[in-house]
């Protein structure tokens, strides 16, 4: 354990300030040598804007988080060890916090040092080692033990690192050792509530332990995890005196007083948090602005089709990337309304979009001629529906290749997790914005972008209109599926709490519309294995949260 230790460029007197600052930076993963000199240039800012002591980063910030298998890489320690050895060879005039990977014998462990004039004052481990949901750090980390207590200025700060928050021992082994001061470094990504959810887990840990606490987090998007920042700091009586900005990068002030009354934080800054839609709405368009910029994509295109689902996802990409980024294609058939058309050209010219229209009615007829002798003698079936969406996506994807634009995807978890969608067709694509997004909350952030800056975005028709795939003659989606309102509650229950039949029965539904939508959820699973990647916003989104194999016996 790290005794606490004099910090030498700090004032020592009778009361005593200390300015830290929260550093919540946009790393990107795997680039060490880029994020080293984020850290510095960060450092620097912080130093001449703010007359930074100490300044904080978040979790893993050398690597970026998660870097998932990367730690796995046999050059990975020679790369961190130059990386330290830049962070002490800057010689910066504050105390930085830092986290990275860190080896020690054979072990890998998730760590952070504090670093002060280029020397290190110490370093700390993680202790608790999340292996649920979207992480699993037991793959890659052996878990720490003892405290980290540092004497920055006369103030005995403790660390600790996202997770160890989340369990009362690794705080309450810092305040045993003496720390008047928590910080606590995260990469904590979102899911709906989650702001909350640390809110009311840091006022636990410090009316635990009565004493204030620093929580920093990155920002940013990685695959289908997003990171909302929304740093804080909170005081003994678990107020929260200083907030980040949600979704942006910030350097954040925060001024530390330790007095005869104790160590205090000072009321700073304070960004007012989003009201959940316009969380929901900034968390889409973070993860897919980082998703094309950070793979270095030129530009996105996606089928138009008059739709809500394509419309909200337009919408999306024009906010994430700018309107002269985004290119629409109409793909009408011989099922295509009047309406369709003149509602996906209004949106693309309210949204200022590069628009084109590429009826498929000849290639589709090219097709069909080609399979006359294959199709002779059957009826006409889902096979001719899903032949249409898989022109549109040959066609998509055709001007991905010439173009480099990456394809949009524009399919909702409701029609993903059911399986009303196409392989090849609707499905063929880079990215799913929407993915993780039910039916009834995509109405929900179309009428909120529209009412957001008073401009309706997106046609009034397409938002109250019976949704329709349009690949046969009146069609709607409740002609195969349960209306949305019934359906996204019982894929919630489901999916994200993992109730059965009679559970969910309980709670009022029928019970053949039950028993059907299972099925259909779990046929289905094939499918969703080879769909696009897609924005994360629940507890448990396909992928990653939900691993389910595609061959079983399970019967409900």
Known sequence: ???????????????????????????????????????LEQAQKAISDHQAEVVVFPELVLTAYPPEDLLLRPSLDARIDWALQELQDAALPTV?????????GDKL??????????????????????????????????KGREPLVLNLGGINVGFTICEDLWKPKPMALAKAAGAELMININGSPYHQGKLKERQQVMSQRVHENN????????????????FDGASMAMNAEGEILVQAPQY?????????VKSTRGVEVVAGEKATPLAPVAELYETLVLGLRD?????????????????IDSALTMALAVDALGAERV????????????????????QATRQQVSFEVLPIETPYEAFISVLENQFAGTE????????????????LMALSNKQGSLVLTTGNKSELAVGYSTLYGDMAGGFDVIKDVPKMQVYALAKYRNERDGTEVIPSRVINRPPSAELAPGQVDEDNLPPYEILDQILELYIEQDLGVESICAQGFDAQIVKRVILMVDRNEYKRRQAPVGVRISRKAFGRDRRYPIINGWRI
């Open 1 to 39: 354990m790290h005794r606490p230790v004099s910090m030498p460029i700090l004032n020592q007197q009778t009361s005593l300030t200390l300015k830290v600052v929260m550093a919540q930076v946009n790393p990107l993963v795997g680039d060490i040598h880029g994020n080293t000199a984020l850290v």
């Open 96 to 104: 930085i916090v830092v986290g990275y990977p860190g080896r020690q």
């Open 109 to 142: 462990q998730n760590r952070l040092v504090v670093i002060n004039h280029g020397q290190i004052l110490g370093s700390y481990i993680k202790q608790r080692l999340p292996n649920y949901q979207v992480f699993d750090e037991k793959r890659y980390f052996k």
């Open 211 to 226: 004493i204030p606490l620093l929580y920093i987090n990155q920002v940013g998007g990685q695959d289908e995890l997003v």
């Open 248 to 256: 942006h990068e910030a350097l954040t002030p925060v001024k530390i």
């Open 291 to 307: 998703y094309v910029n950070k793979n270095r994509f030129p530009s996105v295109v996606l089928g138009l089709s008059g739709g």
């Open 327 to 346: 290119k629409a294609i109409m793909m009408p058939f011989a099922y295509t309304s009047d309406m369709s058309k003149e509602d996906a050209q209004l």
């Open 380 to 395: 006409q079936d889902l096979t001719e529906q899903n032949l249409q969406a898989r022109c549109r996506g040959v066609l």
